[in-house]
């Protein structure tokens, strides 16, 4: 009897115990094999869902998208690339100084008031003609050119003998005129002639605007309906570069550049010409080195750099650009460019501030050549083709 109970009871604790552990285990889990658990390479891809419901477990196929990897799950998310600026549409370069001509009367009316007001006197003796060469010399125009001015004034003042004050406005009007003008082409030879593009040479010391100019006068020939390539060949200055691709961006012109600090500013400008000659464009602005003025190992690289894109093509322009408010030392500068290449025009910048307006008779006289475009104010499109008559008038404060 005892024996008989013991044994009810085992085979009561073995009926308890298994159907315990399938109570406590895990909703699940049940049909699940044990074993070590599998590691995960984080090199390779994860399992795919077809991969678990694959025909043969019972439940069927399944289309689902690949995960991504776990490298891919891992790597750090790539920074938002910064929105291309919009393209702008300059506006045409012709007529640009007509329209900034008040702009330039403020800033050169004071040497024409000066003149006017010394001629309109009623007497004209050897004090006030002193005073009149004094006010030339004072406007930058140099002492040559201002003996020379004084003196035709004299005998206009002594062949016409009335002077009313219209008189002697056109008296002084047609002086300066005189002066100003020349016999050289003030037209930029910029187009696309002889199944190439033209190719300009900027060339000038830092501070004097130009980079910037280069990017101005790259955005009047697109608002000329021109196609423009810039060759960064600054590359001795390292904010000279984006600087000239930002000007690019804006109005849809391609930027060459080097990749490397201190390239070789022939060897971009080369590319530039190559890329201008493949893409069929109109016009190819080169922008190069500003600091070659005090070193004679940079205005070697100028010259080299002028003979290696000739290899390539012919260089059409080569423009110095001064800065109108240097008065002489501007023309010690436009000496030194001269003796390494043959500057083919002028540009005076920062023409509306502090600046004479007779630089500009003084620069054409010494180096023989015009000023073809000049700068009148801050503004992307204050670049402006020179035009003497306008400029005189202007001047005169008329």
Known sequence: MIAYIILIVVVAVLLLGVGGSMLLRPRGMHGVRRGRARE????????KASDQNSPGTGTGTATATAPPTAAELLAPSAPAAPPKPSLEKPPPSAGRMVRLRARLARSQSGFGTALLGLLSRDRLDDETWDEIEEVLITADVG???????????????????????????????????SQVETEASRALRTQRHEGRPAVVLMV???????????GKLARALVGDGETVVLGAADTFRAAA?????????????????????????????????????????DVVLIDTAGRLHNKNDLMDELGKVK????????????????????????????????????????????????????????????????????????????????????????????
């Open 40 to 47: 995960l390479d984080l090199t390779g891809p994860l399992p």
């Open 143 to 177: 002492v040559t050119p201002a003996r020379q001015i004084t003196s035709d004034l004299q005998t206009r003042v002594k062949v016409e003998g009335t002077r009313t004050p219209d008189d002697v406005r056109a008296m002084l009007r047609a002086e300066l005129l």
């Open 204 to 214: 000038g010391v830092n501070g004097t605007g130009k980079t910037t100019t280069c």
């Open 241 to 281: 570069a984006d600087q000239l691709q930002t000007w690019g961006e804006r109005v849809g012109a391609l930027t060459v550049r080097s990749d490397k600090e201190q390239a070789d500013p022939a060897s971009v400008a080369f590319d530039a010409v190559s890329v201008g000659i493949e893409q069929e464009a």
């Open 307 to 398: 003979r290696v894109v000739e290899k390539r093509t012919a260089v059409d322009e080569v423009l110095l650009v001064l800065d109108a408010t240097t008065g002489q030392n501007g023309l010690r500068q436009a000496r030194v460019f001269a003796e390494v290449v043959d500057v083919t025009g002028i540009v005076l910048t920062k023409l509306d501030g502090t600046a004479k307006g007779g630089i500009v008779i003084a620069v054409q006289r010494e180096l023989g050549v015009p000023v073809k475009l000049v700068g009148l104010g801050e503004g992307p499109d204050d670049l402006a083709p020179f035009d003497p008559a306008t400029f005189v008038d202007a001047i005169l404060g008329g």
